[in-house]
Structure formats: C-alpha cells, structure tokens
C-alpha cells in the first residue's frame, strides 16, 4: 500500500504520498487491446490476483458478510440512474427483480468479511517488477464481501474492451485468468474458484451500473453497460 508521508491542513488538506513509479493497471489493458500484447496482461492480473488474495485472506474475520449492504448500494445506483434519467422505469422494475433473486441466494451470504480495497479501478492499481503491486486511493477501505473488490476488477476489464472494441467477449480469456489466479491462494482451488464464479456476476453488474453513471458515457454505449447488465443478472 502507497504509505502517507504527510498532511498540511492549511494548504486545502495537501496529502503527501510515497511515489511509486509503476505502471497503471489501464496501461497494462491498452497494451493488450491496441498492441495486441495479451501476455504483458495476463502477467499484470496474475499480480493483482496474488495481491488482492493476500489483502483479503490475511485480513478475513469471522463476521459473516451483510450482502443487504451491497444491495442498498446496488439501490442507490440504480435510483441515481433513474433520477436523472439514464435509464426508465422498466429498466428500474426488471433491475430491482433480478436483484431480489440475488438477494435470496444462500451463497452470497455465506463468505466472511475482508478488508476491501473499496476503488479497485484501472487507475488506482500500479505494478512494478515482477509481482509487486501497489494500490492508491484507499478513502474508500472497509470491510466487506471479498467479491467487492475482485468484481469490480472484472467489470472494469470488460468495460475497457466493451468501450474500446464493442466486443465483451474479448475481456472473458482475461477475467478467467485473473479469477483462476485469485483462486490459487486459497487451500482448495477449485473450490474457491466455484464459489468466487458464482457471486462474481451480480458484483460484475453492480460495477457496470456504476460506470454508466457517468457523465462522459454515451447513451448508446450506456444503454450497452445496461443491457450487459442485465444479462449478467440473470446468470443461473
């Protein structure tokens, strides 16, 4: 983690922070999507994977998750996305359903509580040599359901192939590599993959929905992060 080195209250709260020269997980995504350099990445996610397992298993207590807090966010999302109309009613009704199936899920109540990450973005994620890691940004730390963190790196992955080559499918090969090394950190790796496979898509929506908030994101390409959404919603 990036360590603090200083705080100056009267120069509007200036945080002073470690540098670290790494490159940005973003970059290590558009080397694979514009110069086709696919192995840099999968180096890159098998990294991350060792990192956000070591975060996560090293910090886990025995508190079970409150996946209702993912779900209260899941529903502020979707009414920030109602209110200021990007998505319309209909879309809200079949979101909401679909979430409600989710909810009633014993699997997505059963993990136990890690430390998160909270912001685990293409931004926010530096590598340097070999498998170190570095991660910036950490206002958004708590604890919560490991898959908080590693669904968002997963739906970050396919928006950045979704935004940059209209294919999603072109971020699968590259979300399984990063799940299958996340899993290798657990004392059975099969198992953890089944259980982390299946939760991964309500968190894998969640995040899309998130991204299609955003200002700069086109109503087509918007309405494309919606419909995406929904399919992974209605995974068996």
């Not at 694979?32 to 910090?59: E, M, P, V």
């Not at 604890?143 to 971020?171: C, L, N, P, W, Y």
């Amino acid at each position: 983690m990036i360590r603090p080195l200083g705080l100056d209250r009267d120069i509007n709260c200036v945080l002073a922070l470690e540098f670290y020269a790494g490159e940005q997980f973003s970059q290590a995504i558009a080397r694979s999507i514009y110069q086709r350099d696919d192995a840099h990445l999968f180096w890159r996610l098998k990294a991350l994977g060792f990192f956000l397992a070591t975060l996560h298993n090293r910090s886990a207590n025995g508190r079970t998750v409150d996946f209702d807090a993912d779900c209260h966010y899941f529903e502020q999302v979707v009414d920030r996305l109602r209110r200021t109309d990007r998505i319309g009613t209909w879309d809200v009704d079949e979101l909401l359903w679909l979430q409600e199936l989710w909810n009633d899920r014993p699997t997505m109540w059963q993990d136990r509580q890690v430390w998160l990450h909270g912001d685990a973005t293409p931004a926010n994620i530096l590598f340097g040599h070999g498998l170190d890691v570095a991660a910036i940004d950490l206002e958004r730390t708590k604890r919560g359901d490991r898959m908080f963190d590693v669904g968002r790196v997963a739906g970050e992955i396919q928006h950045a192939f979704m935004t940059a080559t209209g294919d999603r499918r072109r971020a699968e090969p590259f979300i399984g590599h990063f799940l299958w090394e996340y899993s290798c950190h657990f004392p059975d790796r099969y198992a953890a993959f089944a259980s982390i496979t299946s939760r991964l898509p309500y968190f894998m929506a969640l995040n899309l929905l998130r991204i299609a908030r955003n200002d700069y994101v086109s109503a087509d390409y918007r309405a494309k992060l919606v419909r995406q959404s929904k399919r992974l919603l209605q995974a068996s």
